[in-house]
């Protein structure tokens, strides 16, 4: 296998792929969810690829990994999300797969929300003006992801 074979490798990347904290950790981590995947060389585990047969010496690897990425994909998304997507033996594209149809299925309803809370955002409502402009930032960057105009 390609990549991660060995444990301290595999501790390696659970490390790297360590649940984000924080709401700007989540974001980010939301904006671009192929780049760390891409990196550490593991996108075949949600990408469609076809894993190993069980018969095939990499095959435990393989699961190990998938674990790991799976453990990565429920951290990432919320609780309710989790609910929808939680199933045992499920493997990380099963997982990825069923985020990605909950999103383009969801995708008009969350653009009308994000264009309703845009334009009725008050200045009022937020503790600063700095933190008015941010929360103006980040719904025009999450537009952009949805690619909503």
Request: aromatic fraction near 10%.
């Amino acid at each position: 296998m390609k990549g991660i074979d060995s444990f301290t490798n595999k501790t390696q990347l659970l490390s790297k792929l360590s649940i984000p904290s924080t709401r700007s950790q989540k974001y980010r981590t939301r904006s671009s969810p192929l780049i760390v995947p891409r990196y550490h060389r593991v996108l075949a585990h949600i990408d469609g690829s076809d894993p190993p047969s069980k018969t095939d010496p990499t095959y435990e690897n393989w699961t190990e990994i998938d674990a790991i990425i799976l453990q990565w994909n429920y951290g990432t998304i919320s609780d309710d999300l989790l609910t929808w997507v939680l199933e045992p033996d499920s493997t990380a594209y099963e997982a990825s797969f069923k985020i990605q149809n909950i999103f383009l299925n969801n995708k008009g309803p969350r653009a009308a929300a994000l264009e309703h809370e845009f334009t009725n955002l008050t200045l009022r409502a937020m503790s600063s003006l700095e933190a008015y402009c941010q929360r103006l930032k980040d719904l025009a960057n999450v537009s952009k992801i949805w690619q909503v105009n």
